[in-house]
């Protein structure tokens, strides 16, 4: 299996901070990752797909970029919104494995 | 719209076996892999495998080989997975997720179902 590797696991940031979250896979997986977002009691929600597009729906404030084996997810100003969970998934192959996770909170 | 509706929380014995639902609605059942993934109190998510719902055809990680059994009833367009010899360490939320092929994310999940396995 493909394994990836998120850091940091845990983020404390502020309102209207710049947070960056860095992915890492143990093979390359070209483009093939997504962001999603959890919270407390609720289903993971696709943000980025293919390392850099945006889902509908989702502010222009989170973005993505990378490809290969090195990712990251960056959202320009922290909303309150945005304390959650997120986790990188590569699906370059049909087991589509996570990273472990970042919290990130106030 | 489109919905996978999980079926509802379970508590089982060490030993016993799991059986979760995840209903298909709002889309053409046999267009979309399903896939499980289970998530421990506190702790990420984690792949557990994944079912043509058009072929029947299975795959798992090798972690549950022997333990999971997927299958699916397309005439209700329902996906079941069953995780049998359940131990503490099976504790966990149950997701469903659909995509549409290998290079496409998870665009709709279930809910979760909670399995809980205590004396």
């Known amino acids: 299996d493909i394994q990836m590797t998120q850091s940091p696991s845990t983020l404390s940031a502020s309102i209207g901070d710049r947070v960056t979250i860095t992915c890492r896979a143990s093979?390359?997986?070209?483009?093939?990752l997504a962001w999603y977002q959890q919270k407390p009691g609720k289903a993971p929600k696709l943000l980025i797909y293919?390392?850099?597009s945006l889902e509908s729906g989702v502010p222009s404030r989170f973005s993505g970029s990378g490809s290969g084996t090195e990712f990251t997810l960056s959202i320009s100003s922290l909303q309150p919104d945005d304390f959650a969970t997120y986790y990188c998934?590569?699906?370059?192959?049909?087991?589509?494995?996570f990273g472990q996770g970042t919290k990130v909170e106030i | 719209q489109v919905q996978l509706v999980q079926s509802g929380a379970e508590v089982k014995k060490p030993g016993a076996s799991v059986k979760i639902s995840c209903k298909a609605s709002?889309?053409?059942?046999?267009?979309?892999?399903i896939h499980w993934v289970r998530q421990a109190p506190g702790q990420g998510l984690e792949w557990m495998g994944i079912?043509?719902?058009?072929?029947?055809?299975?795959t798992h990680a090798q972690r549950f080989q022997g333990r999971v059994t997927v299958t699916r009833d397309t005439s209700t367009s329902t996906v079941y997975m069953e995780l049998s010899s359940l131990r503490s360490e099976d504790t966990a939320v149950y997701y469903c997720?659909?995509?549409?092929?290998?290079?496409?994310?998870?665009?709709?999940w279930g809910q979760g179902t909670l399995v809980t396995v205590s004396t």
């Open positions: 998934q590569q699906y370059s192959v049909y087991s589509k494995t």
């Open positions: 093979q390359s997986i070209s483009n093939w």
């Open positions: 997720a659909r995509d549409l092929r290998v290079t496409t994310p998870f665009d709709y």
């Open positions: 293919e390392a850099s």
């Open positions: 709002g889309y053409t059942f046999t267009s979309y892999y």
């Open positions: 079912i043509n719902p058009s072929l029947g055809s299975t």
